[in-house]
């Protein structure tokens, strides 16, 4: 019988979303070779550079990373940003398919004004900058007051808090970059405030982040009761987890503490507290206009319930005083190239089951795919799933794999005539190594390394 040709595909971004798409591409055909282009020298996306440096068993998916990129139908191109280095358009033309999975680098502005002062920051940056992110790493958040306000109530929202208000000694042991664990050990803030426009009901992070701030060691809740209003009755209609979550918030909130509590409480240099049913309205600036000072809020009410509920302005405003904000209001996806079929309103590629409309052999998986929600457990099974549209395409003969592709060989033409060096997956292995080492000498899992990006500038990894 006639020989087969391989299955040509790429991918494009290396975070939970590439590497799972690949596995599962890899595991399901023999016949598939699969190669992965990420705009970073280095690989794993949001595990490395959005992942809290406090949870390090959330990084263990990096071993099963591992393991599908050192099969032999895998192979790693780092330093390729695809859309400028190489176009989606040059990439279809040398693969059988190609997977979108770029996730979602934008980030959603507050549209307030002020937002642009110094001491703003979006979440998206500070996490960059405490995980040693290229971009953010300038960043220098000034820390020299007190209060903090974080807009938004997610996981990302809490990760920020509780970095914040961590003691160094824990930090230390942790992957934080050298630079950000320097200037928290100078920071100032001792109180860190959570804004989220609607109630205790409407929170969007797990109970785990809430538990972990309920026992940072040196550190109080501070509550308002009265935003707790009826939520004890409405405890029985809510589905499990939330129910969890919600009872925690109240317990803390609302019950009185034993006496060692009571005691480790007031002797807490530091605090931290929800604030429900406030939206942004300005952030205030400092006399001169060069910084922050601190924060107008809409008091709202809510209108309806549970999941659903509404927040509506009620008229009333409230100041804080504070010279850090930082809006964690969500992540967004870009279209990296003008011919994708892009919702720019819901920031999504359109897609029928990870099948990009209107454009065959062209799929899309993670963040890219459903927005930015959700944890990596479910940008797994999104990720599986589009592996699943694009074998049935393959097993069904809706791919052509008649027509021969020459796959990564045409792209390195492409990238060598440009000037842009791939990094490979047994030179990230290298990197890795150095990082590990230099970690063991100060007593970290591992200290991120600079080094130089395709451009040639000095960048931190
Ligand atoms: P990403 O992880 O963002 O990967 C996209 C990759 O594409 C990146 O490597 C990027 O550099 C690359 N890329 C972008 N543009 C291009 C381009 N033009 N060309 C080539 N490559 C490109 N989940 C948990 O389960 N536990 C947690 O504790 C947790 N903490 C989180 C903390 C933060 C701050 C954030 C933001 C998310 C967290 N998540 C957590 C969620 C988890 O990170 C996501 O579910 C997951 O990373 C999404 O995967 P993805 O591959 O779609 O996107």
């Not at 990096?62 to 990439?91: H, K, M, P, W």
């Not at 040398?94 to 642009?116: I, Q």
């Amino acid at each position: 019988s006639q020989k087969k040709n391989t299955f040509k595909v790429c991918i494009v971004g290396s975070g939970p979303a590439g590497f799972y798409t690949a596995q599962q591409l890899i595991k399901a055909r023999q016949d598939v070779e699969v190669d992965i282009y990420e705009r970073l020298p280095v690989p794993f996306g949001l595990v490395r550079f959005g992942v809290a440096p406090d949870h390090p068993e959330v990084k263990n998916v990096i071993n099963t990373f591992t393991q599908t990129a050192r099969q032999s139908r895998c192979s790693f191109y780092g330093n390729v940003d695809v859309g400028t280095d190489v176009s989606v358009e040059e990439l279809r033309q040398a693969y059988h398919a190609v997977v979108l999975s770029y996730g979602a680098e934008g980030n959603r502005t507050m549209g307030v004004p002020g937002e642009d002062l110094a001491g703003v920051h979006a979440a998206k940056d500070f996490v960059g900058w405490y995980n040693g992110l290229p971009s953010c790493r300038q960043l220098r958040p000034d820390l020299s007051s007190e209060t903090a306000v974080i807009l938004g109530q997610g996981n990302v929202a809490l990760d920020v808090a509780r970095v914040l208000l961590s003691p160094l000694d824990i930090l230390k042991m942790t992957d934080i970059t050298q630079p950000a664990l320097e200037a928290l050990a100078e920071s100032q803030v001792r109180r860190v405030l959570i804004v989220g426009r609607r109630g205790p009901v409407q929170v969007a992070c797990t109970v785990k982040e809430v538990r972990e701030m309920v026992n940072l060691p040196n550190a109080r809740p501070e509550m308002v009761g009265a935003d707790f209003e009826g939520v004890a009755e409405a405890l029985k209609d809510l589905p499990r987890p939330r129910k969890r979550l919600t009872e925690l918030m109240l317990k803390t909130a609302l019950e009185v503490p034993g006496e060692k509590e009571q005691q480790r409480r007031s002797e807490a240099s530091h605090a931290w507290g929800f604030r429900f049913f406030r939206s942004p309205v300005e952030i205030l600036a400092d006399p001169e206009r060069s910084r922050t000072a601190g924060i107008r809020l809409a008091v709202n009410r809510l209108e309806g319930s549970g999941e659903g509920a509404r927040a509506v302005l009620t008229g009333e405003v409230e100041d804080v005083t504070c010279g850090l904000v930082i809006s964690s209001i969500g992540y967004k996806s870009l279209p990296i190239d003008p011919s994708l079929p892009f919702d720019s309103r819901k920031a999504i590629v359109l897609n029928n089951m990870g099948r990009v409309q209107r454009a065959a052999g062209l799929y899309c998986s993670g963040w890219l795919k459903t927005g930015p929600t959700g944890v990596i457990a479910t940008t797994m099974n999104n990720s599986f799933d589009t592996a699943r549209s694009l074998v049935e395409d393959m097993d069904l003969g809706t791919l052509d794999v008649s027509v021969v592709k020459p796959g990564s060989q045409s792209v390195a033409a492409l990238l060598e005539k440009r000037g842009v060096k791939p990094v490979t997956f047994s030179d990230w292995e290298k990197i890795d190594r150095v990082e590990l080492s230099r970690g063991e000498a100060v007593g970290k899992p591992r200290e991120k390394l600079s080094v130089t990006d395709h451009n040639g500038h000095r960048q931190e990894m």
